[in-house]
């Protein structure tokens, strides 16, 4: 049996999603007729508090796309120097976007400090490439970032600057379901929010972006630019409709889980960032070569923890295919492990 604890998006379609899936009405969503994904975007858009929704294939796209949406060519968006959008989608925003990311150093709870962000922000001038977007991340790995932190960000750059501000919600229902926040609460601060159904909640596919209308409108053009505008994609968003019906309530289990293991890794004196996982993530921090082994040996037992290498953590994420049995089968398997 393998346990793959390596990510969210590991997981399997169940038996009634692929289902729903299978009876899903379709049509041809370039030309905004697939009535599935119509009703998908409306849901997230009600959901999400936004005027309208556009669904991505990826995460990664969705970004883009907001970034593209937002920013013209030569333009500059802070960001923060560890979020997903700076390190994990391949410099999608300079490459493809023409646009100068800004990083911005992480303080201990995830969030880029005000006033690291105001002196970042670059004016029109000749010799610069104005800012004119920031980038948030909730959760940033695992953790939820305090909301009264991000609306304080999000009037200051907008009322003195002018700036746009877009939120990476990857995981956003993970928040909203550790601090029951309704998910609007926690988007109210953005002009635009992506959200991913492909990680907790569970879809094989899937991201949604969300905004206003003039904002979709153009989003719109950039996906469709990008290549990623989908035919009978109803059959994906079927999978997204199944999600957010059935997916989000038990996200708080993934959450628990997490914190039990935390708990008992903590115990068998392993160092667990923070002492707590906050909602469906944790990491181990220990010297390079202990990780190793750590990681190979849990691999031949079957269980895989995701090691990013060169790293000092090695990352632990909860999901809905892993159950009681399986968390008892990781914490047994932790109590045999002989460190040296
Ligand atoms: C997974 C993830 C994304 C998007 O990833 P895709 O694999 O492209 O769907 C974006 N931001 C964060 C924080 C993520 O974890």
Redesign the pocket.
């Known amino acids: 049996m393998i346990i793959d604890l390596r990510s969210d ?1 590991v997981t399997q379609p169940c038996d009634k999603m692929r289902h729903a899936m299978s009876i899903a009405k379709v049509g041809d969503d370039v030309y905004e007729d697939d009535p599935t994904v119509t009703l998908l975007q409306e849901k997230v858009a009600a959901l999400s508090g936004k005027e309208a929704a556009l669904f991505m294939p ?6 883009l796309v907001a970034i593209l949406a937002h920013c013209q060519r030569g333009d500059s968006f802070i960001v923060g120097e560890h979020a ?2 700076y390190q ?1 989608e391949a410099g999608g925003s300079a490459v493809l976007g023409g646009t100068l990311p800004k990083p911005i150093v992480h303080d201990e709870a995830g969030t880029l400090p005000l006033d690291k962000i105001l002196s970042a922000i670059k004016p029109k001038d000749i010799h610069f490439a104005p800012t004119t977007l920031v980038c948030l ?1 909730n959760t940033f790995n695992g953790k939820v970032i305090d909301l009264e932190y991000q609306k304080t960000v999000s009037q200051t750059v907008k009322a003195k600057y002018g700036l746009k501000v877009h939120l ?1 919600g ?2 956003l229902f993970n928040a909203s379901v550790a601090t029951k926040t309704p998910l609007k609460e926690l988007t109210a601060p953005y002009d635009s929010v ?1 959200l ?1 159904l ?2 907790g909640l569970g879809a094989p596919v899937g ?1 949604v972006l969300c905004g206003d209308f003039a904002f979709i409108e153009r989003a719109k053009a950039w996906r469709k630019m990008l290549g990623g505008g989908m035919r009978q994609s109803g059959l994906l968003a079927a999978a997204g409709l199944f999600c957010l019906e059935h997916n989000i309530d038990r996200l708080k289990e993934d959450h628990d889980r997490a914190s039990t293991l935390a708990k008992h890794l903590i115990t068998l004196g392993w160092q667990v960032k923070d002492n707590q996982a906050q909602t469906n993530m944790l990491f181990i921090h220990e010297k390079e070569e202990v990780l190793i082994k750590l990681h190979e040996n849990m691999k031949s037992k079957g269980i895989l923890l995701s090691y990013g290498g060169a790293g000092t953590s090695l990352r632990i994420v909860l999901h809905k295919d892993i159950t009681d049995e399986h968390l008892a089968t990781v914490m047994e398997t932790f109590q045999n492990y002989q460190r040296s």
């Open positions: 998006t990826t995460g990664t796209q969705s970004n997903h959008i994990y991340e990476d990857a995981r992506s991913c492909s990680k991201s």
